[in-house]
């Protein structure tokens, strides 16, 4: 097992548990993740807290909390940044790149293959089916994780406060979300209380001590050669305006500029692609989108789907399968890549910081800002789910994501009350759970 890096015993703290019985049982847990991570960042995040913390007990729920707060103020997928970052406490880089790629990977292949048979045989009603049923699953599993997270990130009525506060900011009044961390920051320095006891010893610095010579410019100045290489190789051996340079350049410039997630980017991107560069149709980004909502991993894997188009479309000199499956790969890999390094990079500095009290101050407003942030999103996650239509209600400063009440799914919400139902009171485990409510989606799709 993977030592636990909250134990207050110098031996075990300070040793290394990077051996190969130690990485594979984190590439378990991380795959088991991210086979399992439907239905957005607020799932994500949930499941990681229950395997990382309330399951396997590898960190506390602090410093899983501070790493989240960390991860929220970056560029791109936060889950994705967070599985890095929760790998990295336990296995150094070598942990990070681990837990971080098989977050990816299962999302990345499902989504490879659904591609394909998209542009080969277009809908598939089975699949539909499968992921159907699993809608409900999700939620039950959002709502019960949901509850944990909030309990053990918000001490005190100050923070609780701060955490409502910023869920009515950005569910009633869509204000930016970088804005809503800041002032949530800003709070936490200024009126938060003054953090008791002693803080946990930092989990790696004598792995990855923090220094320009060690963390910094070999794994940056590496770290900015992987990333480059598909555009540079492309550009050298097809031709500086072949379309994998052309979607390395835009998917990288997206990767740097997307503060807040994907949410805070797709429409922006869906008006770039559709309308400016002609990759796709305004309908095929509509189903792009609802493929990237059901299969497993981070919703920005939309952009794979983007670039699995353009390639096919512009697949010169190759055949139009392998220009599409090249220029998805090369659209994942850009899109990801700077991720790792601002985890990798800067986790270190995180971590050597996290005994300064003003900081700590700091992060627990960030912190309660990130809780009402996941709180969004389950809203946001349950109003889509349960609901066939949503509408927005725009009265003044307000803008409030409002379910249309007589759309609700019938089916899908029997579902979910029985989701909730077997994890509440059956305790049943996740894959079980799923398991009835992929069959319980087929059983209504073809028999009702």
């Keep these: 097992m993977v030592k636990d890096v909250t134990d207050n015993d110098e ?43 309330t399951r ?26 967070l599985a890095t970052y929760c790998g990295w406490l336990m296995a150094g880089v070598r942990g990070g790149l681990i837990s971080g790629l098989l977050f990816i990977l299962p999302g990345a292949l499902i989504m ?21 049923g699993l809608k409900g699953g999700v939620l039950a599993i959002v709502l019960q994780a949901l509850w944990r997270i909030t309990q053990k990130a918000l001490a005190g009525a100050f923070l609780k406060g701060l955490c409502l506060a910023a869920f009515i900011a950005l569910f009633a009044f869509n204000l930016p979300f970088p804005l809503v961390v800041l002032a949530a920051g800003l709070l936490g320095f200024l009126f938060a209380p003054n953090p008791t006891g002693v803080p946990e010893a930092p989990a790696t610095p004598e792995r990855l001590p923090v220094s320009k010579q060690v963390s910094l410019s070999p794994l940056l100045l590496k770290g900015l050669v992987l990333w480059a290489a598909p555009a540079a190789l492309a550009a050298l051996l097809i ?34 692609v559709v309308d400016t ?26 952009t794979q789907f983007v670039g699995f188009l353009a390639g096919w479309r512009f697949a010169d000199p190759f055949a139009p399968l392998t220009g599409a499956l090249l220029a998805a790969a090369v659209t994942t890999w850009v899109t990801f890549a700077p991720s790792f390094l601002f985890v990798l990079i800067g986790a270190p500095f995180m971590e050597r910081l996290r005994g300064i009290p003003a900081l700590r101050r700091v992060l627990a407003g960030i912190s309660a800002a990130v809780a009402g942030t996941i709180l969004n ?39 979910t009350i029985m989701a909730l139902g077997l994890t509440l009171g059956a305790r049943l485990s996740i894959f ?17």
């Design 277 to 302: 560069l002609g990759w796709l149709s305004p309908e095929e980004m509509l189903d792009g989108l609802a493929l990237a909502e059901t299969t497993p991993g981070p919703l920005i894997l939309v």
């Design 11 to 53: 031996t075990k703290r300070n040793a290394t548990p990077s051996d190969e019985g130690n990485l594979v049982s984190l590439a378990t847990a991380g795959l088991k993740i991210g086979v399992l991570s439907f239905g957005g960042p607020a799932v994500q995040i949930a499941l990681m807290h229950d395997e990382f913390v």
């Design 112 to 132: 490879a293959a659904l591609s394909t048979i998209y542009v080969l045989y277009g809908a598939v009603p089975l699949v539909e089916a499968i992921f159907y």
């Design 56 to 81: 396997r007990k590898w960190l506390s729920a602090d410093r899983f909390q501070h790493a989240l707060s960390f991860c929220m103020l970056l560029p791109g997928p936060e889950a994705q940044q």
């Design 377 to 415: 999103l389950s809203v946001w996650f349950a109003l889509n789910t349960l609901f066939t239509h949503t509408r927005q209600i725009q009265h003044g400063p307000l803008d409030i994501t409002w379910p249309t009440f007589t759309t609700l799914d019938p089916v899908l919400a029997v579902i």
């Design 239 to 272: 031709a500086p305006d072949h379309i994998l340079v052309r979607l390395s350049g835009f998917f990288s410039t997206l990767a740097v500029v997307s503060f807040g997630g994907a949410y805070a980017l797709l429409s922006y991107m869906a008006q770039v």
């Design 432 to 448: 079980p759970l799923l398991g009835l409510c992929c069959a319980a989606g087929l059983l209504a799709r073809y028999a009702l």
